[in-house]
């Protein structure tokens, strides 16, 4: 019974529009309905920006191939992760041309992603099987983040980064908020048995007793050697709207570009302690979300 149920639910929720869709599904996590007139809380804010907020180059820059572009415009293209080859479709892709090591992406959305550590010894068949599901997928459906929705779909085949030293690659996530960068999601242990850890610091490297989403590591990093210069960049980037995260790697000491996002977890994803909830609320403006945009 249970079952069905959901099953009526997520048509129910498919059919619907981006703004009562967004409400239905905030109330169906929280229990609770969003507080649209105040919105206190960092997830209420997110999800208004997802309602109201438009800007043109946002799906320009969602889009993990276009994006490329944009960056070689604003004078990043040294910090690209190399690009081996776009494909439109599947069966464009030689694989026995491709380099031992390397990550494919599909363009349009989050966590479509297949790692490649051994070329030699991959199912070929079981790739393309889930390249495709992906392809023939509009990402936007999953909730309702507009930026995805009119992306043309592509797969993107990038380097396998790891550092020479441990293999351990860090991923930085720098949260801004009109235009100043507040906070930094330290990501690890990504693909240890351990799972994903998270740590966040301040913008001034100060780690804060906050959890959001995953857990901790108990591990205190030192702040990165080009910390300075993924502020600037950050911050540059995300001049033009009220909220961008921007994420960075650091490849034996070169900083690169990971990608440019606006809807971290599509505004379901609480902090502890619940104060900061309201602190990250805080930095993102309300009226900079719902006024006139293009």
């Given at each position: 019974m249970k079952i069905f149920i959901r099953s009526i639910i997520k048509k129910i929720l498919f059919i619907l529009p981006i703004k009562p869709y967004?409400?239905?599904?905030?109330?169906?996590y929280?229990?609770?309905?969003?507080?649209?007139?105040?919105?206190?809380?960092?997830?209420e804010k997110i999800l208004m920006y997802m309602i109201y907020y438009r800007h043109h180059d946002m799906p320009i820059m969602a889009d993990?191939?276009?994006?490329?572009?944009?960056?070689?415009?604003?004078?990043?293209?040294?910090?690209?992760?190399?690009?081996?080859?776009?494909f439109d479709k599947v069966d464009d892709i030689n694989f026995k041309k491709l380099p031992n090591q390397f990550v494919l992406k599909a363009?349009?959305?989050?966590?479509?992603?297949?790692?490649?550590?051994?070329?030699?010894?991959?199912?070929?068949?079981?790739?393309?099987?889930?390249?495709?599901?992906?392809?023939?997928?509009?990402?936007?459906?999953?909730?309702?983040?507009?930026?995805?929705?009119?992306?043309?779909?592509?797969?993107?085949?990038?380097?396998?980064?790891?550092n020479s030293d441990n293999g351990e690659?860090?991923?930085?996530?720098?949260?801004?908020?009109?235009?100043?960068?507040?906070?930094t999601f330290v990501c690890s242990s990504r693909n240890l048995s351990c799972g994903l850890?998270?740590?966040?610091?301040?913008?001034?490297?100060?780690l804060l007793n906050l959890k959001k989403k995953y857990e901790r590591s108990n591990r205190n990093f030192d702040k990165p050697i080009c910390y300075d210069q993924m502020i600037k960049v950050a911050e540059d980037l995300s001049s033009i709207i009220p909220f961008m995260r921007v994420?960075?790697?650091?490849v034996d000491n070169k900083l690169l570009i990971g990608e440019l996002s606006f809807f971290p977890d599509a505004g379901l994803s609480p902090c502890e302690p619940d104060e900061y909830n309201e602190m990250l609320g805080s930095w993102l403006n309300i009226d900079e979300i719902t006024k006139k945009n293009s």
């Open positions: 967004l409400i239905l599904r905030y109330y169906l929280y229990k609770k309905w969003p507080d649209l007139k105040n919105a206190p809380t960092f997830d993990k191939f276009l994006v490329r572009q944009y960056l070689i415009d604003k004078g990043y293209e040294s910090l690209l992760i190399p690009l081996y080859g776009v363009n349009h959305g989050c966590g479509y992603n297949i790692i490649v550590k051994d070329n030699i010894s991959i199912d070929i068949n079981k790739i393309k099987k889930q390249l495709t599901i992906w392809l023939n997928s509009n990402f936007y459906y999953e909730a309702r983040e507009w930026v995805y929705k009119d992306i043309d779909r592509k797969i993107i085949c990038e380097k396998y980064l790891e690659l860090i991923d930085y996530k720098i949260f801004c908020f009109h235009g100043q960068a507040k906070a850890k998270v740590d966040v610091y301040d913008k001034h490297w100060n994420d960075f790697y650091i």
